[in-house]
């Protein structure tokens, strides 16, 4: 079956330390995107990638980076200095970064700091 | 103002009803549109594409209104699986140019 998945699906961590959380799709799409989603709003772009070894900074990339080693990967490293990261992250994919694309997304996975 | 921004919701619909959601943008030079659907704690997935002219996918109708800058969603005989939250979204031109709505909620009561 063809889709995106993201591991893990709850991820709690301390504050203070980095986190990474994995996202890989099989739908040999070429751009991958992370939003993150807060309670009673909507998604907002952290990162976006339209080709291997190429990202670009979303709306609110601070305290976050990405790599894009493989097509199929794009892991998300949420780090000490994003100051609210608890929050449910989103990866998603489309064929390119045409607009009329539709974005597939992933499980998701939440994160909380304590 | 919000780019996009819909009816805030929640909408408690009985089974069978219509109910309709709007939603309005302030980006003119938006170009493509979509309504997706999100399960609580779930991913959104395309529920449809919004086209100039209007379409209609079973009990769902999707209109653009280019003029006054908002989307509609029309659901038909409303089912108890319909219970989601609705989210507009709006492209201008690219992919990361994708700007989500905050989302309505509905809740169909049997």
């Known amino acids: 079956d063809g889709g995106i998945t993201q591991s893990p699906k709850y991820l709690f961590r301390k504050e203070g330390q980095n986190v990474t959380l994995s996202c890989e799709q099989n739908?040999?799409?070429?751009?991958m995107y992370w939003y993150r989603q807060d309670p009673g709003q909507g998604l907002r772009l952290i990162y976006y990638s339209q080709i291997v070894n190429d990202f670009q900074k979303g709306d609110i990339a601070e305290g976050y980076s990405v790599s894009r080693e493989k097509k199929e990967s794009f892991p998300l490293t949420v780090t000490s200095a994003q100051k609210n990261p608890t929050a449910f992250y989103l990866c998603?994919?489309?064929?390119?970064?045409?607009?009329?694309?539709?974005?597939?997304f992933g499980p998701g996975t939440r994160l909380t700091v304590l | 103002r919000k780019e996009v921004e819909q009816d805030p919701g929640p909408f408690n619909v009985p089974e069978g009803a219509t109910v309709a959601f709007n939603c309005t943008y302030s980006?003119?030079?938006?170009?493509?549109f979509f309504w997706y659907r999100q399960d609580c704690r779930k991913e959104p997935k395309l529920l449809m594409s919004v086209y100039s002219s209007g379409n209609e996918d079973g009990r769902f109708t999707a209109q653009l209104n280019r003029a006054s800058q908002y989307i509609s969603l029309l659901i038909r005989d409303s089912k108890l699986s319909d219970s989601a939250t609705y989210l507009c979204?709006?492209?201008?031109?690219?992919?990361?140019?994708?700007?989500f709505g905050p989302g309505t909620r509905l809740s169909v009561l049997p």
């Open positions: 980006n003119s030079a938006s170009q493509s």
């Open positions: 998603a994919s489309s064929i390119d970064l045409a607009g009329y694309n539709e974005q597939f």
């Open positions: 739908l040999n799409h070429d751009a």
């Open positions: 979204v709006v492209n201008k031109n690219y992919g990361q140019n994708f700007v």
